[in-house]
């Protein structure tokens, strides 16, 4: 099956846990401390593949978490960093931020890559912390926590032409008329329920054709298959508009061809401007030759050339796909976007945020949580620490502002604190 859409949660890699250690060693009864930095944590990363076609694989597995680096360790050992966990995604998949909605990037070049979960940093050992006031210091931090987030991941189709039109119109007898594809083909609506790519060979050339679900009224807006639809020809070079030139079920070929039109410039203006060629389906009916004429001259009003055909019996197709390859020649090849590496960072690292719930005050900012997360609450040193900086932070004159009394509970990130107006800030 053809999945065009996933969900995942990715999470970057914990940093290694800083060590508290001192020297040890024989003679030495005063060693200095020697403990070790952690490594750093392996970062998410995504990269377009273009020998992927489809989504399927994230439908059976939905949770990707980078490994954590390595702890401190003495003698100043730093702990090894993890390396990165790579995702491969087809080329051509957008990623969205699925709490937000934001385009974190768009993967359109085979081998661009994006991070979208870092890992943390490793903690610091005790050997960080020495200083002329403190020759002996017992605190080593924890390993930064990585980041993680929900993502939405959406496929565009990478086709070189796109097959547009009404359910019916042929656009699929057309598909397997000229390539190897085989998709779905039955004479009533909406058979063609995911998208088909075929490979169309000519002499001198070659290029993607892609047949997907026919559109109706009020695609744009998301009725049908709507923006299952439009995505996928968005990256598309030429448009093959395939019409019912025979009006079978009682349509208005001309009709049908305006109100498609319509469709893709309510969608995205763009769509409408991609060059056109519109295919007359269905031409070895006794019916077609009364509508050709006027389908002819609405199309040619728009400056778009329509080659009669018959999908079934072949004749008209070698006309028309010779026309494309020619089109396609001229046309600048399709915009593969900025190949550079990126990094989703979300938001500003300093400042925090503090609200009440429940009668619990809850403090928000990356730098605030992240300096709790990282602090050993084993090591009075540590939380002395802790004490100092959020003071420093401005964290006890907001909570003594917002009316925090002794007792009362503070939540900064999953750490859960008491609160003291004395000259102990906060305990565990």
């Known amino acids: 099956m053809f999945y065009d859409t996933a969900k995942i949660f990715v999470r970057g890699g914990d940093g290694g846990n800083g060590c508290l250690s001192f020297r040890r060693e024989k003679y030495v009864p005063r060693g200095g401390p020697d403990g070790g930095d952690g490594g750093r944590g392996g970062d998410v990363v995504l990269v377009a593949d273009g020998g992927l076609h489809t989504l399927a694989d994230f439908h059976y597995r939905a949770h990707f978490k980078a490994e954590r680096g390595g702890h401190g360790r003495g003698s100043n050992k730093q702990g090894a960093s993890a390396p990165d966990l790579v995702i491969r995604v087809p080329a051509g998949t957008v990623i969205k931020d699925a709490e937000s909605g934001a385009v974190l990037a768009d993967l359109a070049a085979d081998g661009q890559r994006v991070v ?90 070659s290029f993607v054709l892609a047949d997907i679900p026919g559109l109706i009224e009020g695609a744009h807006a998301g009725a049908g298959l709507g923006h299952e639809f439009l995505r996928h020809i968005e990256r598309t070079r030429l448009l093959i508009h395939v019409v019912d030139a025979a009006g079978t079920e009682g349509r208005d070929p001309v009709e049908d061809y305006r109100r498609i039109n319509a469709e893709l410039t309510l969608y995205q ?127 006890e004159k907001a909570l003594a502002q917002a009316g925090a009394r002794d007792g009362d509970i503070v939540r900064i990130g999953k750490q859960e604190l008491e609160y003291h107006r004395s000259d102990d800030l906060l305990d565990s």
């Open 269 to 395: 203006e763009a769509l409408a401007e991609l060059p056109q060629v519109v295919a007359a389906n269905k031409t070895d009916l006794p019916a077609a030759a009364a509508q050709l004429p006027r389908l002819t001259a609405a199309a040619g009003a728009d400056g778009r050339r329509v080659f009669p055909l018959s999908a079934v019996t072949g004749e008209g197709v070698k006309e028309l796909l010779g026309y494309v390859g020619g089109m396609l020649a001229k046309l600048p090849p399709r915009q593969a976007g900025e190949a550079e590496p990126a990094v989703f960072r979300p938001g500003p690292e300093e400042g925090f945020h503090l609200e009440r719930e429940n009668g619990i005050f809850i403090i928000k900012g990356r730098a605030v949580e992240r300096l709790v997360a990282m602090t050993d609450f084993k090591q009075e040193e540590a939380v002395q620490r802790l004490q100092r900086t959020l003071e420093r932070m401005g964290v």
């Open 116 to 205: 979208v979960a870092r890992g943390g940093r490793g903690g610091r050992g005790n050997a960080r912390f020495l200083s002329n006031t403190n020759r002996a210091p017992r605190l080593a931090e924890k390993g930064e926590p990585g980041e993680e987030r929900w993502l939405l991941l959406e496929l565009k189709l990478l086709a070189d032409v796109g097959l547009v039109g009404y359910p019916n119109a042929g656009k699929s007898t057309l598909l397997a008329r000229t390539t190897a594809a085989r998709p779905k083909i039955a004479d009533y609506p909406f058979t063609t329920l995911e998208p088909n790519l075929g490979v169309v060979e000519l002499e001198d050339t």
